[in-house]
């Protein structure tokens, strides 16, 4: 099953080896990743596949949020399908 | 393929726009409840609400977490209430309205609709009877919608029915005066009432339904209001063509969550409710969207044809996007769960005339209106026999969910917390419909060629 991670906030130096690592933790692997700088903050995609997953969808999502707390950042994680539905046809 | 501008305008959409799934609303037939004795029928209806029910919610938030998309409530709907009652022999059905609360309570869930009767044509005595004990039902329980059809295209409009709810929304009012009148948020008097509705305050379970069946109601005002905000200035046909897009976007969203909702549930996928629903939020108003197309208030010359474009591109935006579009689908206007409705109603510009005029192009009718405390159940009958009637000769559903508010006159405002928001009281005309209303009768139904 895929996912979209997706990070905005206030760019720093190691957010995206701290993502990462939280990820390799859970057995997520990484499918693509882009980054960039839109309107002054720092906005990352993520697909990763969570079929593997060492953990729950809730509780990936949780650590992910909480990270990103600790960081400043809004991290989260969601099914891919929900994109798929309201922007492909 | 998805694109990083695609996703990150999706989490726009749902961190600053409330994009949300406004209900998932769980349908459960309770014909198999019937029984002489009310209390065995009591004690099977909270049996099969709760065994049907019972992973409702918790499913809710599982697809909440997972999609990420918020699910605001998540509702039961049932049979209409005397429909079942009326089997049991017994003069006081709120021990039905208690059981009803007790399973929603058990089950989590925000609303329970469904202490219904459809009278639109003449009432049992069990219909009555259930009419009758509304004030004390939704006084005693918590969670408890009521609705009642008085009216259909079909049937024509029951009169003694309208005089009837006249007097029972003010006795709810009274029932409830304590909470401001709350009671009266919880009942909504309907003409041509649709059988699969997820919204509150009037889904009820249809007898055309299936055993059980999820309905799902999509919202997303803030989402439009955004989108017309990138076309300021441009003609009509931009407008159009930009809300129809949005709507589908929202809807196939719906159906999304819809289809994953009656997979997890194991219970048949109903319908998407395309309906744009407000909330007090600012950022989710529809009176905002009639404003940022042009008008400078809500209410003003222009209203009504600029909610007749936003009311139907909703339906054709959506149409496309769901296998099966159903329920009321249109825009909402309750004036009170509405933040630029309240704006301009306390301005003066939105007036109670004018709201009629826009229930002639929108989905449902005059909602959430505080009128003053005094108002006489007479008048309360004659404007729901206004709203009825134009529902009948429109061939739409049309509904009144008026908030008499006790002890308050025009200037004054009732608040309800939450979604239900707080309503400013607004004038009703103060000349006398009592003569009209006591003729009682049946309005018949409208002839259906020669239109003009």
């Known amino acids: ?89 | 393929m998805l694109n990083q501008k695609d996703i990150l305008s999706t989490i726009e959409m749902i961190d600053q726009q409330h994009l949300d799934i406004r209900t998932i609303t769980m349908g459960i037939s309770l014909l198999s409840c019937c029984d002489p004795s009310a209390d065995r029928a009591c004690g099977k209806i909270y049996d099969k609400i709760t065994r049907y029910a019972e992973k409702l919610v918790r499913t809710g938030e599982e697809i909440e977490q997972e999609f990420g998309i918020p699910i605001v409530n998540k509702r039961i709907s049932v049979t209409p209430m005397a429909l079942v009652a009326g089997a049991s022999e017994t003069e006081d059905y709120v021990p039905f309205a208690m059981a009803l609360d007790w399973a929603a309570k058990t089950c989590g869930v925000n609303f329970i609709g469904g202490y219904s009767a459809l009278v639109q044509k003449g009432m049992t005595a069990a219909d009555e009877k259930l009419i009758r004990s509304i004030p004390e039902a939704l006084a005693r329980t918590e969670l408890v919608c009521s609705s009642i059809n008085v009216g259909s295209t079909k049937a024509g409009i029951n009169m003694d029915a309208v005089a009837l709810m006249g007097r029972i929304v003010k006795e709810t009012a009274k029932a409830t005066e304590a909470q401001d009148g709350l009671g009266c948020a919880k009942l909504v008097v309907f003409c041509n009432a649709v059988e699969d509705n997820p919204f509150m305050a009037g889904a009820f379970h249809g007898v055309g339904e299936a055993e059980k069946v999820i309905n799902v109601g999509v919202s997303g005002p803030g989402v439009v209001y955004h989108a017309l905000q990138a076309v300021k200035g441009q003609s009509f046909d931009v407008v159009a063509e930009t809300v129809k897009k949005t709507a589908f976007r929202i809807t196939r969203m719906g159906q999304l969550v819809a289809q994953e909702a009656s997979r997890r549930l194991d219970t048949p996928f109903g319908i998407v409710d395309l309906s744009l629903a407000p909330t007090p939020a600012v950022g989710d108003s529809v009176a905002r969207i009639l404003e940022e197309m042009g008008l400078e208030t809500c209410g003003t010359h222009g209203t009504t044809a600029a909610l007749a474009l936003l009311n139907d591109a909703v339906k054709k935006g959506g149409v496309m996007a769901s296998s099966s579009v159903g329920g009321l689908s249109g825009a909402f206007i309750p004036v009170s769960e509405d933040e630029g409705m309240i704006a301009a109603a306390k301005a003066g510009t939105l007036c109670l005339d004018k709201l009629e005029a826009m229930t002639c192009v929108c989905s449902v009718g005059l909602d959430m209106i505080a009128v003053p405390g005094d108002t006489p159940a007479e008048t309360i009958a004659a404007i729901i026999a206004d709203e009825a009637a134009i529902g009948m000769v429109n061939c739409k559903t049309t509904a009144v969910r008026l908030l008499p508010a006790p002890g308050k006159t025009v200037g004054g405002t009732i608040e309800m917390g939450g979604l239900l928001g707080s309503a400013p009281v607004m004038p009703v005309h103060p000349e006398s419909s009592a003569a009209f209303i006591a003729r009682g009768g049946r309005i018949p139904a409208p002839l259906h060629s020669l239109k003009n």
């Open chain 1, 1 to 89: 099953m895929n996912a979209i991670v997706t990070v905005v906030g206030q760019d720093r130096v190691g957010i995206i080896a701290a993502i990462c690592n939280k990820l390799a933790t859970f057995n997520v692997n990484i499918l693509d990743i882009s980054q960039t700088i839109l309107q002054g903050s720092f906005t990352m995609v993520m697909a990763v596949d969570v079929s593997e997953a060492t953990a729950s969808f809730g509780e990936v999502g949780e650590a992910l949020a909480e990270l990103g707390t600790g960081m400043g950042l809004s991290i989260r994680i969601q099914r891919q399908e929900i994109f798929n539905a309201m922007h492909t046809l």
